[in-house]
């Protein structure tokens, strides 16, 4: 997959998935633009430049669109990455969590995205890929989470649907558990859960981040030239069916 003198923005550069990603198109010849709330967390990357901005804000989100296209022109690929959980059940959740979950996964996203999508098309080139969830497909907790990257996948469809002709694509990723800093709050609390995670895959582990964004890069590359509108889950084989039932209730 050859990304050289192309241009990447990568959301959510500084997290677990978000480096991969760097590293990943980086790896391919592709000058990675970081962005992400925290600019210390880009300090360590290989970048060609970078953007900070909140995406629970609409005021950050349209000052850091402006800079990124001002710096770098309409990128050639947009890897909206960013995303952030802690409402794991409705019980455990208030009303201005709901918000904000809602609000950086799902509403400051499509801000961003439309801020985006116009250069692009107006050049007639260009791909977004959307790292969602296997919450969007099925409920695994984090129910606001779950409605906002189930969210992410419509508004890809719309990207693919309505940008097509001009030359734009647009597919999601849907990663199964990742073993990112993302899951550091609930192992403190349960060293036991990365042995029960394992336990509901198939292929008896979780996924990896540079597995995800193996499977980003092959959406975003020429590779995939023919492919628009879909959703490729990433997860060890979680939705493909439940391993518990198979072993413990049929006994195999």
Known sequence: MDFKDLSVVVTGAGGG????LVEGFGRAGARVIGCDRDGRSLDPLPLAGRATFDLADPASIRAGAADLLAAHGAPDVVVMNAGWTRGESFASMD??????????????????????LGPMRARRA????????????????????????AGILGLMRAVATEGGRDGVRANAVCPGSVRTPAWDHRIARDPAIPAALARLYPLGRI??????????????????????????????????????FIRDILGE
């Open 95 to 116: 009303e201005d969590a709901v918000g904000r979950e809602i609000d950086v996964n799902l509403t400051g996203v499509a801000r961003l995205t439309h801020a985006l």
């Open 207 to 244: 996924v990896t981040p540079a597995e995800v964004a193996e499977a980003v890069m092959f959406l975003a590359s020429a590779r995939a030239s023919g492919i628009t509108g879909q959703t490729l889950a990433v997860d060890a084989g979680l939705t493909a069916g439940n391993v518990p």
């Open 126 to 149: 260009g791909a977004f890929v959307f790292v969602s969830s296997v919450n969007a497909l099925a409920h695994y907790g984090n129910p606001a989470y779950s409605a906002a990257k």
């Open 17 to 20: 998935i978000g480096a991969a």
